[in-house]
């Protein structure tokens, strides 16, 4: 199997993933780039929402559902997200409190699912200090590359959905995924102090390695809610059927 041959047979836990990961920052950091067009909006977008500390969620519903069997082949609960950003915010501003001064969180949501986004901003309430998220930006051109219903691969694949629709969507979660992440920082630009995800999602397991290994693995600041650390090893580069 290809993972075996790149896996650290010296390591145990998420660090036998090392030269895979390794190998992933690498190609983020040379080859997978966004077009002009994607680095114009990205930027742009940064400069609106990504102007103080924030923590970057990803809520994946659609046809991709978690797989810790707790939540009996239903989504992760909408609390288990508004939990983890209360903790990670907390986890945040205790690590740096000179950087992390608001109370309390300013989130970014990048979801397939506008019912996912309303749920969170209805459960989250006055315990967030703003949300941002395409779906709801003034700008056209954002809200027009947004995910109108969750995710479903042959719906995505299907005769009904046209071209020029599998192409926008699929700028928006580019967009969404850089903006969750870190992806693709230009100088001067800021990242997620975290990112909060379900790791059985690619944009999760991709955001790990966006954030880089220190980040994401030392210090814990990528987060998955649907497994929340109870899991060995907590990210893994390829999926298994």
């Not at 992933?24 to 680095?39: D, G, V």
């Not at 102007?51 to 559902?65: A, E, F, L, V």
């Not at 288990?80 to 992390?100: C, G, V």
């Not at 800021?190 to 059985?200: D, E, L, N, Q």
């Amino acid at each position: 199997m290809f993972a075996d041959n790149y896996e650290n047979p010296y390591k145990y836990d998420v660090s036998r993933q090392k030269p895979i990961y390794d190998h992933a920052y690498n190609s983020f950091k040379n080859t997978i780039l966004p077009s002009n067009y994607i680095r114009r909006q990205l930027t742009r977008l940064r400069q609106h929402f990504a102007t103080k500390p924030y923590i970057g969620i990803h809520i994946r519903h659609g046809d991709r559902y978690p797989t810790n069997q707790k939540w009996r082949g239903d989504y992760v609960p909408m609390s288990e997200f508004t939990k983890a950003t209360k903790e990670t915010w907390y986890t945040l501003r205790t690590a740096d409190p000179s950087h992390y001064t608001d109370v309390k969180p300013t989130v970014y949501i990048a979801s397939d699912s506008y019912a996912a986004l309303e749920d969170y901003k209805s459960l989250a309430g006055a315990t967030v200090e703003s949300i941002g998220a395409l779906q709801t930006s003034g700008d056209h051109t954002w809200r027009y590359m947004a995910s109108p219903h969750g995710y479903v691969q042959r719906v995505f694949n299907g005769r009904k959905t046209r071209q020029d629709e599998r192409i926008r969507w699929t700028q928006g979660v580019i967009l969404d995924f850089a903006m969750m992440s870190g992806a693709w920082l230009a100088d001067g630009e800021r990242a997620p102090g975290a990112s909060i995800c379900t790791a059985s999602s690619n944009i999760c397991k991709m955001a790990a390695v966006a954030l880089g290994w220190e980040r994401a693995f030392d210090q814990k600041r990528w987060v998955d809610a649907d497994w929340q650390g109870i899991v060995y090893p907590p990210w893994e580069a390829f999926e298994y059927h």
